[in-house]
Every structure is written in structure tokens, then in C-alpha cells.
């Protein structure tokens, strides 16, 4: 078993590898059992099995079974990490949670486990894992005013956790809220400000926002800020799909709206709220043909399997390739 694919963390992993990842799971156990028994005494008392690299491979397996339907794997590496860490764990708790969440069959078993998840912040209300979790539920049951009041008072207590503003700008978003959905996204930035991934997810939050105003200043300025975040993310990780995606759309989006600004208004930049001049059209022009050259090029090595392009999934190329075909055909026309 690859100890890259082992080590991945379980979100960014795809379908394909969560899969694969469960596949071997029994394996894993078998050969983690079996090999420590295998040396001749004295020499197993001398070897150390402790390592932060095995107990999150235990938890990426733990996940990648729950995703999968392979329950039995799952509680199986679920026990493992509970006999190491204990039962009162904060984590574990929250992955012990989550186990009953996924195996469970009525509506009233998610509803245990609420209470569960109440009982346990009654007694501690810092453990934000378990908070976590109940505003994950929460969402997943159709409360979402609910979690919302959750990750607040989780925020209000621990306000420079990144991840928990990710998922309230997330639900923000759900909600039509773009503005509220920014705000969250630009704390997330605070905390992590190379996050590439988070500057892209910005841009597109923004690209959304500015396409439902009105056409004038307010929408230039709004499209404009989307494609500078767009060129940040770009520039943090050099050939992110995701980012060249952006910036193309939002260039394209932009020369539309550059044609019927005029010029004194486009140029002009308010220094008494610090934003920043909207671009000129050559410069825009120039991203455009930027993002569609790097798109191409990604299209065309990552369809071809070429060493260190073969990270994009299919449905990533596919959508690429819709969006230079597009382009064309508004070209031709």
C-alpha cells in the first residue's frame, strides 16, 4: 500500500482513492498485527510502534471506509484509535459520532445521537470537535439556521479556526448570504493567507455575488476584486486547474462589462475605502489570453497522462475543455 496514499489527507482524496484506500484496509490490520509478533524477543521490546504517521493513517482509513459502506473496517480502526486514545478522547468522541451518524437508519437514531453530542458539550462546552459535528448534523438534517448558531458560539470562543469559517462562509453561501459568505472567507484568509485553494474559493463567491448586481461601479468593482483573488491563487500554486478556470471566466466576464464602463469612471480608484482601480482593458485582455493558453496546455497534458500533469480528474479536464470550445464558438461567430 502506497504510504503517499495512506497519509493523503481524507478530504482532498477522490472517490477513486477512497476506494482503493478501503480495498486494503483488512490487509493493513492483518500486516499491522502480524509484524510486530514476528521479531524474536528480545528485539520486540526494543521496537517503538509509536508514530503520528500511524494513527492518522488509521483515521484515513477509518474515513475512507465510512465513505465506501465498509462499516465493519471502519469500527474496526475506530476501536484501534479509541484503545489508544481512550473513550473521553475529544477526537475520538467526534469520530465515534460520526461512525453513528453514518450507520445510521431512522431518523430517531440521528436524533440519539444529537443528544449524545449535547450531553457531551453540556459538560464541556470547549470541545469544539464535538460542536463540529453537531453542526455538521445539523446541516445534514435541514437545520441550517441551527448550525449557523453553532459555528457562531464555536467562533466566538476559538475565532482563528479556519476550518470552522470555511464551513459557516459555506453555508452563508447556501443561503444567498454573498456578503456574509465573504466576511467568513476573508477571516479564513487571515489565518491562512497562501491558502491558494481559499483565494480561488473567494473569487468564485465573488464572481456569484457580482453577478447578481445591477451593471455599474459596484459590479465592475466586485468582478475586478474576483479576478485579482483569482491571479493570487494562480500565482501561490503554478498550473491549479481551478485557478486558470477562474481567471478566464472572470476576464471574460470583464471585457463585457470594460466596453460599456467609461473611461475616467474606469480608471479612477477611491482612496477614502482603499479599493483599488479597476483594471484597464489591455490588462484584462492579456489575463484572458494567459488563462486560455495555460488551460490548453493542462488540457492537453493532463489528457494525455503526462508525468507530474496527471492530478486533474476527468471531470476537471471535461469542464475545461467545454470552456475553450465555448470561447471558440463565440470567436467564430
Not at 193 to 206: D, I, K, T
Not at 229 to 238: A, G, P, Q
Not at 254 to 261: A, D, K, P, W
Request: aromatic residues 8%; negative net charge; proline residues 4%.
Amino acid at each position: 500500500m502506497s504510504t503517499t496514499l495512506l497519509l493523503q489527507p481524507p478530504t482532498n482524496s477522490s472517490p477513486q482513492t477512497a476506494f482503493t484506500l478501503s480495498q486494503q484496509a483488512k490487509s493493513f490490520f492483518t500486516a499491522q498485527a502480524t509484524w510486530l509478533s514476528a521479531l524474536p524477543y528480545p528485539l520486540n521490546l526494543f521496537v517503538n510502534t509509536e508514530s503520528q504517521e500511524k494513527w492518522a493513517t488509521y483515521e484515513n482509513i477509518f474515513l475512507a471506509c465510512l465513505r465506501t459502506g465498509d462499516n465493519d473496517s471502519a469500527h474496526r480502526a475506530l476501536e484501534e484509535l479509541t484503545a489508544r486514545f481512550g473513550k473521553v478522547n475529544e477526537r475520538v468522541l467526534a469520530l465515534q459520532g460520526l461512525y453513528q451518524e453514518a450507520t445510521a437508519k431512522t431518523q430517531q437514531d440521528l436524533e440519539e445521537v444529537m443528544m449524545q453530542y449535547d450531553v457531551i458539550l453540556k459538560d464541556d462546552p470547549t470541545a469544539f470537535a464535538i460542536r463540529k459535528r453537531r453542526a455538521a448534523l445539523l446541516r445534514s438534517v435541514g437545520k441550517q439556521t441551527e448550525a449557523i448558531a453553532d459555528l457562531i458560539k464555536l467562533l466566538d470562543a476559538s475565532p482563528t479556526d479556519a476550518e470552522a469559517w470555511a464551513e459557516l462562509a459555506d453555508m452563508y453561501l447556501g443561503q444567498g448570504m454573498f456578503e456574509q459568505a465573504v466576511y467568513c472567507l476573508e477571516e479564513v484568509l487571515l489565518v491562512m493567507p497562501n491558502a491558494w485553494n481559499m483565494h480561488a474559493r473567494l473569487g468564485e463567491v465573488l464572481f456569484l455575488s457580482a453577478n447578481n448586481m445591477e451593471a455599474g461601479r459596484e459590479q465592475l468593482k466586485t468582478l475586478s476584486e474576483s479576478m485579482r483573488r483569482y491571479c493570487r491563487s494562480v500565482e501561490l500554486c503554478d498550473d491549479y486547474l481551478r485557478g486558470y478556470y477562474g481567471v478566464k471566466v472572470t476576464t471574460g466576464r470583464l471585457l463585457e462589462v470594460l466596453e460599456g464602463v467609461k473611461k475616467p469612471q474606469q480608471s479612477a480608484a477611491d482612496p477614502t475605502t482603499g479599493d483599488l482601480a479597476p483594471p484597464s482593458l489591455p490588462t484584462v485582455k492579456k489575463l484572458n489570453e494567459l488563462a486560455t493558453s495555460k488551460l490548453a496546455e493542462i488540457m492537453r497534458r493532463g489528457s494525455a497522462g503526462d508525468k507530474n500533469w496527471d492530478g486533474y480528474s476527468q471531470a476537471e479536464l471535461t469542464a475545461v475543455r467545454s470552456l475553450l470550445d465555448g470561447d471558440t464558438q463565440k470567436i467564430e461567430r
